[in-house]
């Protein structure tokens, strides 16, 4: 069998630095709305519980009634930890982009003296 060949492909990709910026902050921005997706979930899930652990027909026990809201809190709790990891790495993207805008700004005034 030999080894497959792989065409040269170069694509030649051009945008402007203000069309980066743009494009790097909607991406933020549809992560953070993901994000309140994920807790909108979230708290529909706990109010399903709570709604069916309060129902007459739920035939469990109060102990087990218990043990179903402890592990929806637990549930809830590491998704909860795991959005505010994710928060912090989009906050630290953002301030990459403020730099990054810093530097066009800067890079464009000295140009700008230059002219």
């Not at 069998?1 to 921005?29: G, Q, W």
């Amino acid at each position: 069998m030999s080894m497959p060949t792989i065409p040269d492909i170069k694509p030649k990709i051009e945008i402007s630095i203000e069309e980066t910026i743009k494009l790097l902050l909607a991406s933020i921005a549809l992560e953070e709305l993901s994000l309140a997706h994920i807790m909108n979930a979230e708290a529909e899930k706990i109010q399903e519980i709570i709604k069916c652990t309060g129902d007459k027909k739920y035939s469990d026990t109060t102990e087990d009634k218990l043990h179903d809201l402890l592990l929806i809190d637990k549930s809830v709790d590491k998704m909860l930890k795991d959005i505010i990891k994710k928060e912090m790495l989009l906050e630290f993207k953002f301030e990459n982009i403020l730099e990054l805008c810093k530097t066009y700004k800067e890079k464009d005034r000295c140009k700008d003296k230059d002219d």
